[in-house]
């Protein structure tokens, strides 16, 4: 079936350092991907997608390519802040009756220390 | 306004109790979901609800009961509570339709002693 395996964490950084979480995927055929982002105390946001091949998501300066012949999704960001720490969740979707299904991994903590 | 709002926050029972969450959108979304999302943060879809319709079903057990009796709500119900039933519960909602987008409520905090 479909899965989605990310870093494992927690990840601790500096403030302006460079992030990356790295996230590959098994699935058949051409799933949609997505970062998702949880603050603490709050349900999933999205962060950003990709629907297809070679196609770039970006939001609040967070980035991630959909590489088809990695099977990969990595997120990075340039500078982060510590208002960036938060759990970071990679997905894939797959349409099942017409319907959204989200498959996550496991999700990788992210800490910004100042 | 919120868009998804769950109800109760946090819910402390003891082993064999029955309880409920309640889960409400106002966005005007067709399909509504209930995720399980347990202590080392691994999140599982559990149900998916379409107008009302159930679509998905991830082998959860017979206790867990869902209810939709409009398409703007989604209810969990849960009988005989156990220790494993310990976790956070996240209702969502989407418009539906090949790449749609997710809204998360704030999640239900479940313990059960």
């Known amino acids: 079936g479909d899965s989605v395996t990310q870093m494992e964490g927690p990840v601790t950084l500096s403030e302006e350092a460079f ?41 609040k300066g967070f980035e991630a390519t959909y590489r088809k012949e990695t099977t990969s999704f990595h997120l990075e960001k340039g500078s982060v802040q510590v208002s960036d720490s ?26 910004i220390i100042p | 306004d919120t868009a ?6 946090y819910l402390v ?3 064999g109790n029955d309880k409920s969450i309640k889960c409400e959108q106002n966005l005007g979304h067709d399909t509504m979901y ?7 943060k691994f999140l599982k879809i559990m149900f998916s609800y379409n107008n009302k319709e159930l679509i998905i079903n991830e082998t959860v057990p017979n206790r867990f009961s869902p209810k939709s009796p409009d398409k703007a709500h989604l ?17 969502a909602s989407s418009p539906g339709g090949p790449v749609g987008k997710l809204f998360f409520g704030s999640g239900t905090q479940l313990s059960v002693l």
Request: aromatic share 14%; glycine share 8%; with cysteine.
């Open chain 2, 4 to 9: 998804v709002s769950q109800t109760p926050k």
């Open chain 2, 75 to 91: 209810n969990l119900h849960i009988n005989s509570l156990e220790l494993g039933d310990s976790a956070v519960y996240f209702c």
């Open chain 2, 34 to 40: 209930w995720y399980k999302q347990d202590s080392k």
């Open chain 1, 86 to 111: 938060a759990v970071y969740f990679c997905a894939l979707s797959r349409n099942n009756f017409g319907n959204e299904k989200l498959t996550f991994g496991t999700g990788t903590r992210l800490t």
């Open chain 1, 19 to 59: 992030l990356t979480i790295n996230c590959t995927y098994t699935a058949t055929g051409y799933p949609s991907l997505f970062w998702y982002v949880q603050y603490p105390g709050e349900g999933l946001q999205l962060l950003l997608k990709a629907t297809k091949a070679d196609d770039k998501g970006s939001n």
């Open chain 2, 13 to 15: 029972t003891q082993m």
